[in-house]
């Protein structure tokens, strides 16, 4: 079993100039190709079918993506064009019928017990504003095309999330039991029958470190939690990504060791190319710095020659971002933008901008963000079989004609 340690989130790519430059021009022309490759239309699935569907691309019944062009000039993403990313179908509707009598299960404390919705209500209230990203956002971008969804930049939102600290459910039982490095959570999604458990369970275990920015949360963007999105109740792990953030959570088990589940000792590692996942490798867990533009975009058409308003997202993951810069010769000259919005916490992206004046032309934009600790987003992805954690610039940026 995995030994605790804080494992390393950046696999980045070294070489010569000559070799960035030319992971670079590859990176280019790797995203415009899946900016092309645009999946055909298709039904919003029964569960999620309060999305707008003009603002979404539904890849599968359990996997849907925000359209790179929707995300608009605001902090907060919509609940109604949010990407969902389910790892098992998503449980009957009867689940959210009774809200407050959902049951979750708290161990590896002084005093274990069961508890409602409807008691961790009084037990404290704490409102975080973070970004929910898929581990596998950025997929699309690499060469190697890793199975899986091909998400382009559209598996991740900004939400804001209102539940119980997990800190306070612990001091109200006791405190952590003595030995335990481990926090995990165990979704409550159906299993099919006649499986062995443990190969197809939503269980994962993070850091014991992250209880202390962790949630128990039942409102989402004002609301309650939607089935969609892991209502009634989902562990939120600020900083973390997605898998980790258990939806229908039946169980929250602070442990010695990490869960024995496929999906946490050989689902999300990062695999060198041509391998398998295995419990030596790193866990996807925590995200690093990423940014990218949303405006303008290919999809949108050929904005005017003159003034520009050239606009993104930036997040830090566990950080806060401190700047961003954004190019329009594909990171050939950098220009500092200007972060715009509200300062919604650490967890949250910004928004930037940069006014550019833009001749008629061909233009490759390009943002690249810098955390307050002065991690700076890489040009390169960190090549890995399944496709995690591109932060890539390169792979991110857009191919603009002015006309």
């Known amino acids: 079993m995995q030994q605790p340690t804080s494992l390393p989130r950046r696999h980045l790519l070294a070489g010569s100039a000559s070799a960035l430059a030319a992971a670079g021009l590859a990176s280019f022309q790797s995203q415009a190709m899946a900016q092309a490759a645009a999946p055909a239309a298709k039904p919003l699935p029964g569960y999620a079918s309060f999305k707008n569907a003009d603002a979404v691309i539904v890849h599968s019944s359990t996997t849907i993506e925000t359209k790179r062009s929707a995300f608009g ?6 609940t109604n064009q949010l990407y969902v990313r389910n790892n098992l179908p998503t449980p009957p509707e009867s689940i959210v019928a009774d809200r407050d009598a959902w049951p979750v299960q708290i161990d590896g404390v002084k005093k274990p017990r069961q508890l409602t919705v409807r008691e961790l209500k009084t037990m404290g209230l704490e409102t975080v504003t973070m970004v929910l990203q898929c581990s596998g956002n950025g997929r ?10 091909q998400w382009t930049v559209g598996a991740a939102g900004c939400v804001v999330w209102s539940g119980v600290p997990v800190r306070d459910v612990v001091k109200a039982l006791g405190g952590v039991a003595d030995g335990m490095v481990y926090m995990t959570g165990t979704g409550g ?7 062995d458990p443990k190969s197809v369970i939503v269980e994962r275990s993070v850091p014991l470190a992250a209880l202390e920015d962790a949630l128990l949360a039942w409102e989402m963007n004002g609301e309650p939690v939607s089935l969609a999105h892991g209502g009634p109740l989902r562990l939120i792990v600020p900083g973390y990504t ?3 953030n258990i939806k229908y959570i039946k169980q929250l088990a602070f442990t010695a060791k990490e869960s024995e589940a496929h999906i946490m000792s050989h689902g999300y590692r990062i695999s060198p190319p041509g ?27 050929n904005p005017a020659a003159g003034t520009v308003q050239i606009q993104g997202v930036a997040f830090g993951g566990m950080n806060a971002v401190k700047g961003v810069e954004v190019s329009i010769d594909g990171g050939k000259t950098w220009k500092q933008a200007r972060l715009v919005g509200p300062d919604m916490g650490k967890f949250a992206w910004r928004q930037f901008v940069l006014q550019a004046q833009l001749p008629k032309g061909t233009y490759q934009l390009a943002s690249r963000a810098t955390d307050v600790k002065g991690n700076v987003q890489p040009e390169t992805r960190g090549e890995n079989q399944s496709g995690y954690n591109n932060t890539s610039w390169a792979d ?3 191919t603009v004609t002015v006309a």
Request: charged letters at 15%; proline letters at 14%; a negative charge.
């Open 73 to 78: 000039s605001s902090v907060v993403t919509p």
């Open 140 to 149: 699309a971008f690499f060469p190697s095309k890793p199975s899986g969804t």
């Open 189 to 195: 999604e159906v299993l099919p029958a006649g499986l």
């Open 242 to 244: 997605g898998v980790n």
């Open 275 to 301: 391998s398998k996942g295995d419990p030596s490798q790193p866990s996807v867990q925590e995200m690093s710095v990423k940014s990218w533009i949303n405006s303008p975009i290919p999809e949108d058409g």
């Open 396 to 398: 991110h940026a857009v």
